[in-house]
């Protein structure tokens, strides 16, 4: 088995968070929106995990298993409001949502 | 008795509180006793000490009493106390006496107004305010008195606020008086600069030492309190308020406006002689100021009709007279002419007021006509105010008077004959429009019916101030006639007599003169007002004369004067300056933060993305700038 360099993984993790990235610019539709975010949470994550086995330290693991926590919180919290506003204002493009505008 | 000097101005302030608080809830009787009463026992109580005064004048030459402290700030200590010496105790005679009788006239004058009360709170708060003036003996008090003077005399122009231009001639009175009064509180800031010090004992002492004669700050402090004098004497050029003032009810005219308040300008002066003789400047300004107005408000005297506004333009032509006096440093002779010509003045008012009630509110004296038959007491009484006023010789207080001035006009110290061919002319004009007054209110055809006659609560001051108008000129005749001088003489107790030059001709050629031109004043009045005078009917066809008697009528046009002068550029610079210049730094504060606030709202635009971008770039800003630093 090969080992793969730290750097490689977080080459990918980079990709992984400007793909996600991109998605929450580009896309219309909140729900992709928040795949996106999950994306980028899970970049962040990969980026974590090669750094903790690049200094053979547990703490990468830890703080992936925390992100881990806070997306399963954060999209059960989005997911809610999500049908909210299907519910409220039969759509779920952003450009319609703009009701905070001053 | 002079521990009880006190009493006489704290009389009439407890009329007036009693009046003003109470005066709903009392009868008419009441307020009557209450108004008049007050005044009167003030006067019997001046009158004793007066005499207490004169048999035994004090040491220092004055009665003093301290009431209690006012106030001390830094070096300014002001104390309400009072101080009676020669000048003021003229002074309080005359307001305290004819008060009285102007009170009393007024009890029946005044018992158709709704208002009674306030009209005797007005009057006794004037009298106590007079008094003040008066007897302060300092100059903080003075001028706590020159202010309440001014300000009885605003409400009571305005009395009738109802007619718009009894107010209108209030505010005018008001605000033209304000203007002599702010220099001259300017003159008493740079004088206690000066001296450290507002008693005016400490001011008369210290001013010698102080000052060089002729020195600028001295003639500059003169001037500015003669400004003062200016404006509440109704003297050149602040003048063109006084016949406005005829607005009020004609017991005021006589109290205010005649007799007592317009004379302040004199009494502030000659309280203060000791500062003008220092400044030879600021006293020749005095007697031309004098000199000129007597002249210019004569010949306004002549053309008018209102029987009020011929006796408005006569005062500020007697008090120019006095001012004159002043000027040419003829002290005692100043105040004896204030002296006389507050009985004879206040008489002609009260009585031209009887005249008015009696013809229902008329005051075209060319609508009276007639009524030497039908109120004979008014007649005589306002004849003999008419002849003290054109000094008919001997007889009247107004010759004696008016002969010192004209005299000293030429022979005092500060004395000129072109002061003194005015003052003549001025005496030649006086008798002429007294004698104009007389014949067309008196004689000839009556125009109006009169009502009922005067009652005797009005007749007896009449008759009270008839007598004193004749009698009073006694006390003082002319050196070569007669060697009584009995004013002179009390009054020389706190001013300074007067020094003549030398080499002059013999008293009597001016004498002589000043009869002549008085008789030929009159006499001139009868040709033209006896009957139908072809002469005068020849004169009103010309086109020209016509105009010139337009000009005189209106007060020789200084209401326009001022008016083109003050007024308009005045409107003009408001009226472009609407939204005011100096508010611009302030809105324009406003203006700048709204236009920031325009711009950042725009970044809240509600758009997700955009608010995502904007992270992204604050977050790529900050770790750009952590590798840069």
Redesign the interface.
């Known amino acids: 088995m090969s080992i793969v360099h730290a750097h490689t993984v977080l080459i990918v993790a980079a990709i992984l968070f400007v793909l996600g990235?991109a998605g929450?610019?580009t896309r219309k539709n909140i729900i992709f929106?928040l795949l996106s975010i999950e994306i980028m949470l899970n970049a962040a994550g990969l980026a974590f995990v090669a750094a903790g086995s690049r200094w053979q330290q547990p703490d990468g693991q830890v703080m992936y298993l925390f992100i881990l926590a806070m997306a399963a919180a954060e999209v059960s919290v989005a997911l809610a409001l999500v049908l909210q506003i299907q519910h409220q204002h039969k759509t779920l493009d952003?450009?319609e949502?703009?009701?905070?505008?001053? | 008795m002079q521990q009880y000097l006190y009493l006489i101005p704290v009389l009439p302030l407890l009329g007036f509180l009693v009046l003003s608080m109470a005066g709903k809830h009392l009868s008419r009787n009441f307020i009557a006793g209450i108004g008049a009463g007050s005044i009167c026992t003030s006067a019997l109580i001046a009158l004793i000490i007066s005499a207490g005064f004169l048999q035994s004048p004090p040491e220092t030459g004055a009665y003093t009493q301290v009431l209690w402290h006012w106030f001390l700030t830094g070096h300014l200590s002001a104390d309400v106390s009072l101080r009676m010496d020669a000048l003021s105790l003229v002074f309080i005679c005359i307001i305290t006496f004819i008060g009285a009788l102007i009170h009393i006239y007024s009890i029946a004058f005044m018992r158709e107004d709704r208002d009674y009360a306030r009209f005797f709170a007005s009057m006794n708060l004037f009298v106590c305010a007079m008094l003040t003036l008066v007897m302060a003996d300092n100059l903080v008090l003075m001028y706590l008195g020159w202010e309440g003077v001014g300000l009885c005399s605003y409400l009571l122009i305005g009395f009738w606020y109802e007619t718009p231009a009894n107010y209108r001639a209030a505010n005018k009175a008001f605000v033209i008086t304000r203007i002599g009064d702010t220099a001259m509180i300017i003159g008493l800031f740079l004088l206690f600069k000066e001296l450290g010090t507002l008693y005016i004992p400490d001011i008369l002492a210290k001013a010698p030492q102080q000052f060089g004669s002729g020195s600028t700050t001295i003639t500059l402090i003169a001037l500015l309190l003669l400004s003062g004098g200016i404006g509440k004497s109704a003297q050149l050029p602040l003048q063109t308020w006084l016949p406005d003032a005829m607005a009020g009810p004609s017991p005021v005219s006589a109290l205010i406006h005649a007799a007592t308040m317009v004379t302040a300008g004199v009494y502030l002066i000659a309280r203060m002689h000791t500062l003008f003789e220092l400044s030879p400047i600021a006293m020749q300004v005095t007697a031309i100021i004098g000199a000129v107005t007597l002249f210019i408000a004569g010949c306004s005297a002549m053309v008018q009709t209102d029987i009020k506004r011929v006796l408005a333009y006569s005062t500020i032509s007697q008090i120019g007279y006095m001012f004159l006096a002043l000027g040419v440093g003829a002290w005692s002779a100043a105040i004896f002419h204030f002296f006389t010509h507050a009985f004879f003045k206040a008489l002609l008012f009260l009585a031209a007021g009887a005249v008015i009630e009696t013809l229902h509110h008329e005051h075209d004296i060319f609508k009276m006509g007639g009524l030497r038959k039908k109120m004979p007491v008014i007649f005589y009484t306002f004849t003999i105010g008419a002849a003290a006023l054109a000094a008919l010789p001997l007889i009247t207080a107004g010759f004696f008077s008016k002969d010192q001035i004209l005299w000293y006009a030429w022979s005092a110290n500060g004395g000129h004959p072109v002061l003194w061919t005015l003052a003549l002319l001025g005496a030649f004009i006086t008798a002429f429009y007294s004698t104009r007054l007389i014949l067309v209110v008196f004689w000839g055809d009556m125009k109006t019916t009169p009502g009922h006659l005067p009652g005797p609560a009005m007749v007896v001051p009449l008759v009270i101030l008839a007598f004193f108008s004749i009698a009073v000129g006694w006390i003082e005749w002319p050196h070569n006639l007669l060697h009584v001088s009995l004013f002179s003489e009390i009054v020389q107790q706190a001013l300074p007599a007067t020094t003549l030059k030398s080499n002059l001709p013999p008293e009597i050629v001016f004498q002589l003169i000043a009869v002549g031109v008085s008789l030929l004043g009159i006499y001139t009045g009868y040709v033209l007002y006896y009957g139908q005078s072809e002469l005068l009917m020849r004169w009103k066809q010309s086109e020209g004369l016509m105009s010139v008697r337009h000009f005189l009528f209106k007060g020789w046009k200084f209401d326009q004067l001022y008016d083109i002068l003050l007024v308009r550029p005045f409107l003009f610079i408001t009226r472009i300056n609407k939204s005011d210049v100096s508010d611009k730094l302030y809105t324009a504060i406003a203006d700048a933060n709204l236009h920031l606030n325009k711009l950042f709202?725009?970044s809240?635009?509600?758009?997700?993305?955009w608010y995502?971008?904007g992270v992204?770039i604050g977050i790529l800003f900050i770790i750009t700038l952590q590798l840069l630093l």
Do not use: A, C, F
């Open positions: 990235l929450v610019l929106m952003v450009e949502l703009k009701e905070l505008k001053d | 709202s725009i809240q635009n509600g758009s997700l993305r995502v971008t992204l």
